[in-house]
């Protein structure tokens, strides 16, 4: 029997808990009408999640991604594309305690991926489009 794949598909809230149940899954995040913050859960070696904005247009909202607590921490980073095209770059956190990345006001073609390798930190991976840089913070 073939496997079938089910994407995730949120709705517009304002916190949503990605469940490790979905994890190897796609996120799609619609255009929001407040911000979201996603809490990813308890790390665990193999676990990744996919956010990808599914709107038409740059949303109005950010999104928060958090980890919960500093102790659990985001490593890697992202590409930043400025959405008239005049800055490339990559962000990332201080990779010690920044637990919490926040997406300003995505555009289509923001991709963000999550994965856990080593049962202790969040790698991060993909491109935002935006007007504003993400910026990492603790909790």
């Given at each position: 029997?073939?496997?079938?794949?089910?994407?995730?598909?949120?709705?517009?809230?304002?916190?949503?808990?990605?469940?490790?149940?979905?994890?190897?899954?796609?996120?799609?995040?619609?255009?929001?009408?407040?911000?979201?913050?996603?809490?990813?859960?308890?790390?665990?070696?193999?676990?990744?999640?996919e956010?990808?904005?599914?709107?038409?247009?740059?949303?109005a909202?950010?999104?928060?991604?958090t980890?919960?607590?500093?102790?659990?921490?985001?490593?890697?980073?992202?590409?930043?594309?400025?959405?008239?095209?005049?800055v490339?770059?990559?962000?990332?956190?201080?990779?010690?305690?920044?637990?919490?990345?926040?997406?300003?006001?995505?555009?289509?073609?923001?991709?963000?991926r999550?994965?856990?390798?080593?049962?202790?930190?969040?790698?991060?991976?993909?491109?935002?489009?935006?007007?504003?840089?993400?910026?990492?913070?603790?909790?």
């Amino acid at each position: 029997m073939p496997v079938t794949y089910v994407p995730v598909v949120v709705t517009d809230v304002t916190a949503y808990t990605v469940k490790a149940d979905n994890a190897g899954l796609v996120h799609y995040v619609p255009d929001l009408t407040a911000t979201c913050t996603f809490t990813l859960p308890t790390p665990k070696a193999g676990l990744w999640f996919e956010f990808v904005y599914a709107g038409d247009a740059a949303d109005a909202a950010n999104w928060v991604i958090t980890t919960g607590s500093n102790t659990y921490f985001f490593k890697g980073g992202l590409t930043f594309h400025d959405q008239d095209g005049d800055v490339v770059a990559p962000i990332d956190g201080n990779g010690s305690t920044n637990s919490k990345l926040t997406v300003n006001t995505p555009e289509p073609g923001t991709r963000i991926r999550v994965e856990c390798a080593n049962g202790t930190n969040w790698f991060l991976n993909g491109s935002v489009l935006s007007a504003t840089v993400p910026a990492f913070a603790d909790q």
